[in-house]
Structure formats: structure tokens, C-alpha cells
């Protein structure tokens, strides 16, 4: 009996000693590497773990202070830090004056020199060749100003706005220049790259147009009947869809001014390249409940797209007697057409004189004050009513002067 208790006592501390060797002397191929995967990034970043595994601070002693000090956990960023800054060109002969941007803080030097040196070939297009002075009190000129129509992680839209004058010539020509840079692949995003090359793409994107020509602009000339394969290039990008544009003269008379129709994206989302923007962090399918108006004398509006159908839109006549320098009235489309609002822009001396309490101001630009007045409506009309009272401020809110 008492050798069977001694044997059983042995094997077990045999037993436990052997454990223990084994987990103090683990095999090299078990004990954990750092490899390429698991290193951290040389930017600062640090390898994935496991959801549902939870991180314990590797805390180390302060040899000066025998502190624990917990670790700087906090992960540098890999992305790029982009900054955009203004260059001018001025020149008194030709009369020459050119704001256009450089991109700072691109990873690709090499790239982020070629896409500024097109940026500045593109503020620099005119051929000062031709500006002569034929007559001194007019002498050629050209300017070129841009803004920044749209900013992401990924993407810069800019749109140049030129006005070329050519000395001896009626008026200046204006156009605009659209630049989309890619600051992931370093390049120039050609126009046709937004789009999937549906045969529906020119028929959409006209019935669109038409609908936001509430003015009926595209109807004057008669030249308009669907856009064209190369207005398809007229377009940049916004944070919300794609503004086309139509210079002056392709469709309209030149006092109208370079026309804007914008197009929500979830409005054209089935003829858009979807794999490009969803590659470039945006989302196509976000609804847009309301039509940007674009108004020729430089400011537009949004309306509910609910109430389009129910609104009818009419530039007044100028006359001599009026204190207006443009007008445009909103009537409601019932069989009486009453008249909801109107939009108004006057000289700012003449605004000082005018009563207060019949025109709000929109907005101030220059010598020019924007404003609106609502109209008077019978008690009886109740979806007049309820509009002045429940749209018309929402509208008035999204009112913007294209500077």
C-alpha cells in the first residue's frame, strides 16, 4: 500500500514540474514575431487586433521617477494634410489681373508640382498677343478669379471665372474653366470620368435642365433642344450634385450671362460613374429634397421640389417707372394665379428711400441690395397661405448671391 502512495506522489510532482518547464520554455516557433503585418506603420500606426480582444496598457517605469507611464497609444495620421494658398500675376500693359491656387501638403511632390503647374497654365490661357490697345480708352484686358466649389479628403473642385476684353471690341467674353483634382491618384479628373456613358445621360440630365428653367431663358433663342455630348464637359463638381453650365451666346442672348443648372446627385445617380465616387468618400444616393434656382442676375434659391409643379415664375417687364432694377414675380398655378412673392434688386441709393416695412433685405453686393416682398392673399386661399407662411421663409434662407 505504501508504495503504491509513493509512486503516485512522485508522478504527480514529476507531473507538475514538467508543466512548468513547459510553459517557461516555450518553443521559439510559438512565441510571437513581428512581421511585416503586425509592425507598426512607420508613419506611427499601429497594427489591427482582434475585436474582442481587449488592449492592456504596456506601461513601463519613468527611470527617473519609477512612475508608471502609460504609452502614447494615439496613432499619427497617414493622410494627407492639404492646403490650398492664392498666386496673383498684375500687369499694367495689357491690363492683366489673375488669382489662381496652389495646392500645398500633397505626399507625391512630383505630382503636386505638375497638377499647380496646370492650375497656373489654366489662369494663364490668354494670348497677350492679341491684347493691343486699338482703343486707348478701352485698352484689351483679362481677369481671372476662381473659387472652390467643393472639398473632401479626396477631391478639389475649382472653377475658374474669366472675362476676356479685346480692345476695339462691343464687350468682353466671359467663361469658366472647371478643374476637378484627384489628391489620391495625383491628376487632373477629365469631365467624361464622372459619367457611366448611359444613352440616357443627354435626355436626363435635359429634362432636368428644363425643369429648373423656370424663366423659360432656354426659350427665347430657340436654340435649345437636349444638351449636347460636349456640354457634358461643362460641368464641376459641388457638394451636393454637379453644376452644368451654358456660356453665352450657346443657348441664350450674351445679357443673360453664363447660365447654371445644377443636377442632385440622386437625381442623375443612374447615368454617374458610381464606382469613381464612391471611391472618392461620396454618396450618391443621399435625397435631395429641393431644386436650386439659378437667376441670371447672379443669385439663386431653393424650392421644395414638392411645391415646382405649383409655381409659376415671370420676369416682370423693366420700365422707367419702376425703382426696380430687376424683378421677379411668384405666382401659385390655380386658375386665379395670385401672386406669392417677388424678388427684387435695386441700386443701393434707391434702396435707402424705399418704406422698410414693404421690402426685407436678402443681401448686399457692391452697389446692389437684394430684397423681397410678399404679397396679400384672401383669407379663402388656404395652400397660399400656407405656403407664405410655412415655404417662403425656407426659401428666403437658402437665397444666395453668386459673388
Given amino acids: 500500500m505504501k508504495l503504491k502512495w509513493t ?7 514529476f507531473f507538475a514540474a514538467g508543466c512548468s518547464g513547459m510553459q517557461e520554455n516555450k518553443p521559439v516557433s510559438e512565441q510571437p514575431k513581428v512581421t511585416e503585418d503586425n509592425e507598426p506603420d512607420k508613419t506611427g500606426g499601429e497594427p489591427g487586433k482582434p475585436a474582442d480582444q481587449t488592449e492592456k496598457p504596456n506601461a513601463q517605469p519613468d527611470k527617473t521617477t519609477g512612475q508608471q507611464v502609460k504609452p502614447n497609444t494615439k496613432p499619427e495620421t497617414a493622410q494627407q494634410t492639404i492646403k490650398i494658398h492664392d498666386e496673383s500675376i498684375v500687369k499694367d500693359n495689357p491690363i492683366i489681373n489673375i488669382t489662381y491656387p496652389q495646392i500645398d501638403g500633397m505626399k507625391d511632390k512630383m505630382a503636386q508640382a505638375k497638377i499647380n503647374n496646370m492650375l497656373k497654365e489654366k489662369a494663364t490661357a490668354a494670348d497677350e498677343s492679341q491684347m493691343t490697345n486699338e482703343d486707348p480708352s478701352a485698352p484689351s484686358s483679362f481677369h481671372s478669379k476662381y473659387k472652390t466649389a467643393f472639398q473632401n479628403d479626396h477631391l478639389i473642385s475649382f472653377v475658374y471665372d474669366q472675362y476676356f476684353y479685346l480692345s476695339g471690341a462691343a464687350h468682353g467674353m466671359p467663361s469658366s474653366v472647371p478643374i476637378l483634382v484627384d489628391l489620391d491618384n495625383g491628376r487632373i479628373v477629365e469631365p ?3 459619367f457611366n456613358g448611359s444613352p440616357q445621360t443627354q435626355q436626363i440630365i435635359s429634362r432636368l435642365v428644363l425643369k429648373q428653367d423656370v424663366l423659360h431663358t432656354l426659350d427665347v433663342m430657340g436654340e435649345f433642344k437636349q444638351i449636347s455630348s460636349d456640354d457634358l464637359k461643362q460641368v464641376y463638381l459641388t457638394k451636393e450634385g454637379l453644376m452644368m453650365y451654358f456660356p453665352p451666346y450657346e443657348y441664350a442672348a450674351f445679357a443673360e450671362g453664363t447660365l447654371l443648372y445644377h443636377l442632385s446627385f ?3 445617380q443612374s447615368v454617374l460613374n458610381t ?3 464612391k471611391s472618392h468618400g461620396i454618396n450618391l444616393s443621399k435625397p435631395i429634397n429641393s431644386t436650386i434656382i439659378y437667376v441670371s442676375e447672379g443669385y439663386h434659391f431653393s424650392v421644395p421640389k414638392e411645391w415646382m409643379d405649383r409655381l409659376r415664375f415671370e420676369r416682370a417687364e423693366y420700365s422707367e417707372n419702376n425703382k ?6 411668384v405666382y401659385f398655378s390655380s386658375a386665379d394665379k395670385p401672386l406669392l412673392f417677388s424678388f427684387h434688386m435695386y441700386e443701393k441709393e434707391t434702396w435707402s428711400t424705399l418704406n422698410s416695412g414693404a421690402e426685407v433685405k436678402l443681401a448686399e453686393e457692391s452697389d446692389l441690395i437684394y430684397s423681397y416682398s410678399v404679397a396679400q392673399i384672401t383669407q379663402s386661399h388656404l395652400q397660399a397661405n400656407d405656403f407664405i407662411k410655412n415655404v417662403v421663409p425656407e426659401i428666403m434662407k437658402s437665397f444666395r448671391v453668386d459673388f
Fill in 7 to 13: 509512486v503516485a506522489i512522485v508522478l504527480v510532482v
Fill in 192 to 194: 467624361n470620368e464622372l
Fill in 266 to 268: 440622386s437625381d442623375i
Fill in 275 to 277: 464606382d469613381f465616387f
Fill in 324 to 329: 426696380w432694377l430687376s424683378e421677379i414675380n
